[in-house]
């Protein structure tokens, strides 16, 4: 929605530049008013932080008005529904919105100032949720599209955005290319494992902790600043479509400039030898999204009795949540949207429903009426399969269906397993209620299942375990999920899918049927559950179908000693050598590069795998991992107490905060000092 002029401020500075204030709000289509500025018609505050590699540091402001009116108009109940705009001599010199039932006003007097309070627009990214970028699943996504999305989301109007030329693949790629563009990492590390998503604000300070950078907002320009970098800046415009130029760091004495106040200050700050950096390792465990069945939409309940009215069942047909179920009748699917349709017929369809069930038993009362012996249901979640007739057209391969699947979030998977468990009740009749044990002499090979991680599919064209099984580009490769028993004897209640785990597998803890990944293979994960045909439906059901309970698919990485922890942090420190520690507080990241940490949405990818110690760095000259830097950096700069320089100095469009000033005051030995 754009945004249209309903207030100006005009008013001039000190050395008579002609500044205004625009105020627009959302949806407006009227004609603005101009308002009378204050003693101090618009102060903008910077913030100000001890710590140089503090990954965000943004400015409020607050617009002072004169008048007898109340501006209720200006009550805003929105982060974005006010934007703010200073300009000076007609260029942006700060942009922002008002802030939300914020603001402060004289009540005795007919003429009063009103105070409005301003955040910055990349402040407001506080109260925005991430959103995945393209609908069909979480991808991968690059540090650059991040950085864009959150410039984009601040509804800003800044005049450029810098980024400062300090990474690279190598020393080349640092000034010819954007190593922003070809660093990704996956969208489901924004969202925790109840679905919820980060806020975009949090997503751009861990981009900016990750790459050790502050992020500010200066005279109506965005800086990402690198306080350790001495090179060029890359300029690009707000929508970052095209590098425009550099700029070089300027030095600049605040003599030359001049002072506007006495308010000086020289504080001492206290130094650190000792650094954590804490990498929050978000793994991926559970591939299979779950389905909370007493959530979901029910769609038929049906109750059946036996014959002789001794047990009865209560049957439940389930909408999916996130799982896509598929259904057959006659030569047509039924995919989740079409469910309702057909609700009444979903016990006589063909593929895979979910299913919820009580199976209880009945007595005679004195009045010789049937009754339960429950008070309250206890059911049993699973997925009831009955076997698709053959049906040529519909087949994925011959004599195979799929009758249901997920995706799962990109990630790149390495080093570890994916396996399979649940367990299986084969039915016989037609009608396919679970009066009994698993059907005897049914069943055995009848499931299976295609796993795809990005273009690589597990199995061969035969689903065979005799003809091996591998990581291929062939989209027709399966597995057969063959059940551990034929229970010819029919003395088990549910058959397992057998455990395929030995002692020799470094997987503490899987189970079921096992699929190495021994290499790094990445993209969206993706299942299929196959099932095989059948082909009658006359009353025996000719093996009906089965139901499925307690059905897992989960990836672990391999144990590696005392690394074996699947959800441990990855932790980096500096060795001391001395009794004296003075420990910076621990640096916690959510993006990071990957040293032996399994399958993990946290980890950077680069040149189709992880990011190691292979990001080149221009003030190293060298490759390193990020978080050994970060560590490098600090002790590098605190090692020994820091001298902090508060000055009051005249403002002029040279000093920006990649600035850098000197100060030649004798006691100073003539230090420089950084501008942000």
Request: hydrophobic residues 35%; charged residues 25%; aromatic residues 12%.
């Amino acid at each position: 929605m754009n945004y249209g002029l309903i207030y100006t401020i005009p008013f001039a500075t000190l050395d008579n530049s002609d500044c205004i204030v625009e105020i627009e709000k959302k949806g407006y289509t009227g004609v603005s008013t101009e308002l009378t500025g204050g003693a101090s018609p618009f102060v903008v505050d910077i913030a100000d932080d001890e710590f140089a590699y503090t990954p965000l540091r943004f400015s409020t402001a607050t617009i002072n008005v004169v008048g007898g009116d109340y501006l209720q108009e200006l009550f805003s109940t929105a982060y974005q529904q006010y934007r703010v705009t200073l300009k000076k001599n007609g260029n942006i010199t700060w942009c922002g919105f008002v802030k939300p039932e914020l603001y402060t006003q004289d009540y005795s007097s007919e003429i009063f100032t009103l105070e409005l309070e301003c955040i910055s627009a990349m402040s407001t990214l506080e109260f925005i949720d991430y959103t995945q970028s393209e609908e069909s699943g979480r991808k991968f996504v690059s540090l650059w599209d991040l950085i864009k999305k959150c410039i984009d989301s601040s509804s800003s109007q800044y005049n450029a955005v810098y980024f400062p030329q300090v990474y690279g693949k190598d020393a080349s790629d640092v000034v010819g290319g954007n190593i922003l563009k070809e660093m990704t990492v996956s969208e489901q590390n924004f969202f925790d494992e109840d679905n919820k998503p980060m806020k975009l604000k949090e997503v751009l300070e861990e981009v900016c902790k990750f790459l050790h950078w502050t992020c500010a907002d200066w005279c109506g320009s965005l800086y990402f600043v690198d306080i350790d970098h001495k090179g060029n800046y890359s300029r690009y415009p707000s929508d970052l479509s095209q590098k425009l130029g550099e700029e070089s760091i300027h030095v600049k004495s605040v003599q030359d400039i001049g002072f506007a106040g006495s308010e000086h200050a020289l504080d001492v700050l206290p130094g650190y030898n000792k650094v954590v950096v804490r990498c929050s390792n978000y793994p991926v465990g559970e591939l299979l999204p779950e389905e909370k069945y007493d959530n979901l939409k029910e769609l038929l309940t049906i109750d059946n009795v036996t014959e002789d009215k001794k047990k009865a069942c209560r049957s439940i047909y389930l909408s999916p949540d996130r799982w896509n179920c598929r259904l057959f009748k006659g030569e047509n699917t039924i995919d989740n949207n079409e469910l309702d349709l057909f609700k009444d017929e979903a016990p006589s369809l063909d593929g895979a429903m979910l299913m919820k069930y009580c199976v209880y038993e009945q007595e005679k009362n004195d009045k010789g009426d049937w009754i339960p012996k429950i008070t309250d249901y206890s059911f049993t979640n699973v997925i009831r399969l009955r076997y698709p007739l053959f049906r040529t057209s519909l087949e994925f391969r011959p004599g195979w269906y799929k009758i249901l699947s997920f995706k799962g979030a990109s990630a790149t998977y390495a080093d570890g397993a994916i396996g399979i468990s649940g367990t299986v009740k084969v039915i016989k009749n037609n009608d396919m209620l679970p009066w009994g044990n698993s059907a005897a002499g049914y069943g055995k090979n009848l499931l299976g299942c295609q796993i795809r991680i990005g273009n690589k599919y597990y199995g061969n064209r035969f689903g065979d375990k005799m003809m091996g099984f591998d990581w291929t580009d062939d989209p027709d490769c399966f597995t057969q999920l063959s059940l551990d028993s034929w229970n010819n004897d029919g003395s088990l209640d549910w058959v397992t899918i057998p455990n395929d785990k030995t002692l020799d597998m470094p997987y503490t803890g899987l189970k079921g049927f096992i699929i190495p990944i021994n290499r790094e293979i990445s993209g969206e994960f993706e299942f299929s559950l196959l099932s095989y045909g059948r082909t009658s439906s006359n009353s025996s059901g000719d093996m009906s179908g089965e139901l499925i309970k307690d059905f897992s698919v989960k990836y672990q990485r391999e144990d590696r000693g005392s690394k074996s922890n699947n959800n441990s942090d990855r932790i980096y420190e500096n060795v001391i050598n001395g009794s004296y520690i003075n420990e910076l507080d621990e640096i916690e990241t959510k993006i990071s590069s990957y040293n032996d940490d399994g399958a993990c949405y946290s980890k950077v990818i680069l040149n189709d795998g992880y990011l190691t110690n292979n990001l080149y760095s221009s003030i190293e000259l060298d490759t390193i991992r990020p978080e050994e830097l970060l560590i490098r950096r600090i002790i590098h700069r605190y090692s020994a107490p820091q001298i902090k320089l508060t000055q009051v100095i005249k403002a002029t469009s040279d000093l920006t905060p990649i600035s850098v000033l000197s100060d030649r005051f004798t006691l100073l030995s003539a230090k420089t000092f950084s501008s942000v």
